[in-house]
C-alpha cells in the first residue's frame, strides 16, 4: 500500500555537498489516533551523506525529539514513544513531520540532481523528492 500523497521534503540548503544540513519531511499514511509510530523508516539517497550515528535528540517527530535513532545503510529507522494513558481504536489518515536538525550532521549528495526520499511505516511507503543545485 502507498501513502495517501507524496512526501514533502525541505532542506535547510540544496547546494551540492552542503553539510549539516536540517531535513524536514511531511508525509501521510493511515495512523491510529494520529500516532505515527511505533517505528519509521526514512531511506535516504545513496549519495546522502549520513553519519555513522543519528542521535534520537537530533531528531524530531511531530515536535518532539525521537525515542531512538538507528542507521544501517542508507536508511534511518526512528521509535517513536506511545502516548501515555488510553488511545482511541481509530485508524485513519493523518500526517507526520520528521526534522533532522543540523545536529544530527546529514550532508547533501556532493552533486546536483533530483533525488528520492522515502519514508515507509509498516507495509505503506512514501515518497518525495528534492533537487540538489
Known amino acids: 500500500m502507498t501513502g495517501i500523497v507524496p512526501a514533502v521534503i525541505a532542506l535547510s540548503s540544496v547546494l551540492a555537498g552542503a553539510t549539516p544540513v536540517a531535513i524536514t519531511v511531511h508525509?501521510?499514511?493511515?495512523?491510529?489516533?494520529?500516532w505515527p509510530g511505533p517505528r519509521i523508516v526514512i531511506v535516504f539517497p545513496a549519495a546522502e551523506r549520513l553519519p555513522a550515528r543519528i542521535g534520537?535528540?537530533?531528531?524530531?517527530?511531530?515536535?518532539?525529539?525521537?525515542?531512538a535513532a538507528r542507521r544501517s545503510g542508507s536508511a534511518v529507522t526512528l521509535t517513536i514513544a506511545r502516548p501515555r494513558g488510553a488511545m482511541c481504536d481509530s485508524?485513519?489518515?493523518a500526517t507526520v513531520g520528521i526534522v533532522?536538525?543540523?545536529?544530527?550532521?546529514?550532508?547533501?549528495?556532493?552533486?546536483?540532481?533530483?533525488?528520492?526520499?522515502?519514508?515507509?511505516h509498516g507495509g505503506e511507503a512514501v515518497s518525495g523528492a528534492f533537487s540538489i543545485r
Open 27 to 34: 508525509a501521510g499514511y493511515a495512523m491510529q489516533c494520529g
Open 100 to 120: 533532522f536538525t543540523r545536529a544530527a550532521r546529514i550532508g547533501n549528495p556532493r552533486r546536483s540532481g533530483r533525488y528520492r526520499l522515502t519514508v515507509r
Open 56 to 67: 534520537p535528540d537530533t531528531v524530531r517527530v511531530n515536535g518532539k525529539p525521537a525515542a
Open 91 to 93: 485508524i485513519g489518515p
